[in-house]
């Protein structure tokens, strides 16, 4: 069968999930696990969502919308843009293999960083386009040094802002001075899958960007903040005639009945969005207070997860903390060896991570 595969599929690394909370129940024998491992919303999902959801289900005997005509019109209100602004994904996953499909030639490359999201290579090797990365440099997007890596056949640039798994963030700053300096015919990918947890002022307000310049891209989700993650929803705003070539590749019915309806509603949920955000916070707050009092170093982070420094192996903390029913993400596939990532989780599921962990480091020091 090896002799049929395409010789650059035998090369993609492939992507390794946050464990499921089935599946460690399964393996490990236990009743009681809890998953704070692929940021998630912890508090569920707004109730608003859920009733239109409901509500929808006796549609699906239907094809959905192939143009997603409400929801795009309802976010073109939201960012005071057009419709024709905006692609919707089966997940912001989705939007970056098609932002490669339409516009990487197979001699062209694309530039991102090291110990950020791994779809952007991971998808950029499933296409066979070669992606150039620069290191982090103290946890942050090094963008000086990916400027230098930009060469007469980038057409792209991924940056994740705040990064995953960092929880670091550029400022409006850095990423003004960054676009001005990238030439007009290479795309800067936004993407702010965490937006909706900054907690201070020097962000970017990247839409205004795009207002202003044709090579600026922002993707969204619905999978964080929204609480949506299970049902894949998000969504690319872009200037208006690239949207329409990529929505040329995409596959007509990519965003199910029960997406568009459940982001719809999330959409007028202010409440749930902000219970989410409010909880989050605090939740961090707590978890930066007993990290320091154990005496690990940590990233503070403008999202809805921290990086901790283990000081010892996190494959082996990661293992260690399974057993006691509490998933976290290990980040040997990010470059980060000594490092774990927790999702915040409800106050109780926060309490309970501090304790085994506490445990687990105990029993290995
Ligand atoms: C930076 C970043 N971008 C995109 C995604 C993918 O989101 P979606 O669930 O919309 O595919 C994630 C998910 O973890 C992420 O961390």
């Not at 009092?293 to 999202?303: D, I, N, V, Y």
């Amino acid at each position: 069968m090896k002799d049929l595969v395409r010789k650059h599929v035998l090369n993609i690394k492939p992507y390794i999930a946050g464990k499921p909370i089935e599946e460690t129940k399964r393996q490990l024998g236990l009743t009681k696990v809890i998953k704070l491992a692929s940021n998630e919303n912890p508090f569920g999902t707004s109730p608003k969502a859920v009733s239109a959801m409901k509500k929808a289900l006796s549609a699906v005997n239907r094809y959905p919308d192939p143009q997603g005509y409400y929801l795009k019109k309802r976010l073109a209100r939201h960012f005071k843009l057009e419709p024709e602004n905006f692609v919707l994904g089966n997940g912001s996953d989705e939007l970056i293999d098609l932002l490669i499909k339409t516009l990487v030639e197979p001699d062209e490359n694309i530039i991102t960083s090291e110990g950020t999201f791994l779809e952007y290579e991971i998808v950029a090797s499933s296409h066979d386009r070669k992606v150039k990365k620069a290191a982090l440099r103290y946890f942050k997007y090094d963008l000086e040094t990916m400027l230098k890596l930009v060469d007469k056949k980038t057409k792209l640039i991924f940056i994740s802002n705040p990064n995953n798994p960092t929880g670091t963030y550029l400022t409006k700053y850095e990423v003004a001075q960054f676009l001005n300096a990238v030439p007009q015919r290479v795309l800067v990918v936004l993407d702010e899958a965490y937006d909706t947890f900054i907690d201070v002022d020097d962000f970017p307000d990247s839409v205004s960007y795009l207002k202003r310049r044709k090579n600026v891209v922002i993707l969204k989700t619905f999978s964080k903040a929204y609480g949506l993650a299970g049902l894949r929803l998000g969504y690319l705003i872009a200037d208006a005639e690239l949207v329409h070539f990529m929505e040329r590749v995409r596959q007509p019915f990519n965003v199910n009945i029960l997406a568009q309806a459940g982001g719809l509603a999330a959409m007028e949920d202010n409440k749930f969005l902000k219970k989410t955000r409010r909880l989050t916070i605090q939740g961090k707050n707590f978890i930066y207070k007993e990290l320091s009092s154990m005496g690990l170093g940590f990233l503070p982070s403008e999202t809805n997860f921290v990086l901790i420094d283990v000081a010892r192996d996190g494959m082996d903390v990661f293992r260690a903390m399974l057993k006691f029913g509490v998933i976290v993400r290990d980040m040997n596939a990010y470059g980060l060896k000594n490092f774990i990532r927790v999702s915040i989780g409800t106050q109780k599921e926060n309490e309970r991570f501090v304790r085994v962990l506490r445990k687990v480091l105990k029993e290995k020091s």
